[in-house]
C-alpha cells in the first residue's frame, strides 16, 4: 500500500493514498505518493522490464506501466488506464548537434524525445495514472489549468474513458496546435482572461467547488507517473547512468517527477549512482532560477513567483511554479543545478536540434541549450554521458517554427527554368 506524505514536513496526509485526493499539506506544501520498496531483487526486476518489452497488449506494451513495481503499485493492473505511452525514442547527437553544443572529447550525447508520446509530450506519462488514479476514487469529471500540452493530453485520456473534462487555459496565450487538440478530442475549454497562473488558481478553486478531479502535476499520482520519464531513460542505457540528464523546466513537475524516479532506481538497487540533474528555465519565466542561484549566497532566501512571465516558449511560460520545494529536493539529491536561457538561444538550439531530422517544440529546445552552456562552463568535459529530455513534438507550436524559417519558402513560377534558378546552389 502506498502512503501520502507532505515533502516539506513529513506529515503523513493518508496512510493509502488512494484513500485521499488531497494534493496540499496543513503546512502549504504538496503531497507525494511513497510506494512501498519493491520485493523483487535488482536483477530480477531487470529481467521483468525486458520480458514485458515484448507485450503487444495491456500495460506490458506502456513504457509507464512496465515499470509498475516502482510506478504507483498500488493501482490495481485491471484498472490501468494507457494509450501505449512511453516507448520513446533515444537518438545519439548527430556529429553536426554535438559540434554545435561544442560537446568535447569522448563525450556522448542522447535526446531522449517524449513528444513521441501519444498526444505529442511527456505529459502522457503522467496523465495515465493520474486518471486511473482519478477514476479509482470515483471522479465523474476531470479537469486541469494548461499552457496546453496538459490540457490535449487530458482531454485526451478522459475521452478513452468517457469520461468529461474540462480544462482552463489563459486567454490568446496556447498554440494553435495544442488547442486544436484538446479541443479535437471533445473537452470543454475556459480561456480565461490571464496568465496560467490565474488559470491555476481558479482550477483549484472549481476542484474543490464542484468535486473535479484535478490533474495538475500537484497531483501527487501525475508525478508518479512521469517518474517513467527517467526509469525508461535508464533503461535504454542499459541501466548505466549518465553523468547529466538536462531538461527544460516550467511548473518544476518533471525535475520533481525525474529526481524522484533515479532515488527511488537507486533505492531498489537498479543504478548504484545518481546522475547529475539540470532544469533550464525560459530567461523570461525563471523564477525558480533566479531564486537557485540566490540560494547561494543566502541559504534562506524566500522563493518569489514571476508576476508576468513571458518568453516564446509557451509551455514553460509559468511565473508560480507550484512544485518548486519538490524541485528543490531533488536538485539537491543529484547535486543539480538550475539555470535560464534567453529565448534567442533558446530558439538558436531549436534550429540545430530541428536541422538534426529530430524537431521539438521550443521549450523543448531549452535542454539542447542547456547541455551547450554545461560544455562552456567546463560541467560537461572529455568522456562525459549525458541526456537532454525533449519533452513536446515540433509540431506542438507550428506557428513559432514557420515564422522562424519563413526565409526557406521560395514561391516560384510553374516552370523548369524557375526551378533550376531556385536550387541551383543544392
Known sequence: MSRLACVRCGALAAADALASDATACACGALLEVLPPPPQAAPEALRARFDARRAGRAGPDRSGVWRYRELVAPALPEAALVSRGEGNTGLYEAPAALARWAGLPEGARWWLKHEGENPTGSFKDRGMCAGVTAALLRGARALACASTGNTSASLASYAALRGVPCVVFVPAGKVTTGKLAQTLAY???????????????????????????????????????GQKAIGLELLDDLGWAPPDW????????????????????????????????????????????ARWWAALGSDPAAPFAPEPRPETVATAIRIGDPRSWEKARRELAATQGTCFAVDDATL?????????????????????????????????????????????????????????HHAGARVRVAADLGAIEAAIGGL
Do not use: Y
Open 186 to 224: 471533445g473537452a470543454r475549454v475556459l480561456e480565461v482572461e490571464g496568465s496560467f497562473d490565474d488559470a491555476m488558481r481558479l482550477v483549484e478553486e472549481a476542484a474543490r467547488a464542484f468535486g473535479l478531479g484535478l490533474l495538475n502535476s500537484v497531483n501527487p499520482w501525475r508525478v508518479e
Open 245 to 288: 540528464i538536462v531538461l527544460p523546466a516550467g511548473n518544476l513537475g518533471n525535475v520533481s517527477a525525474l529526481g524522484k524516479a533515479l532515488r527511488e532506481a537507486r533505492g531498489a538497487g537498479l543504478i548504484e549512482r545518481l546522475p547529475r540533474v539540470a532544469c533550464v528555465q525560459a530567461a523570461g519565466a525563471a523564477p525558480f
Open 347 to 403: 530558439l538558436a538550439a531549436k534550429v540545430q536540434v530541428d536541422a538534426a531530422g529530430i524537431g521539438c517544440e521550443p521549450a523543448s529546445a531549452a535542454a539542447a541549450a542547456g547541455v551547450r552552456r554545461l560544455v562552456a562552463e567546463g560541467a560537461i568535459g572529455p568522456g562525459a554521458r549525458v541526456v537532454s529530455v525533449l519533452t513536446g513534438h515540433v509540431l506542438k507550436d507550428p506557428e513559432t517554427t514557420a515564422a
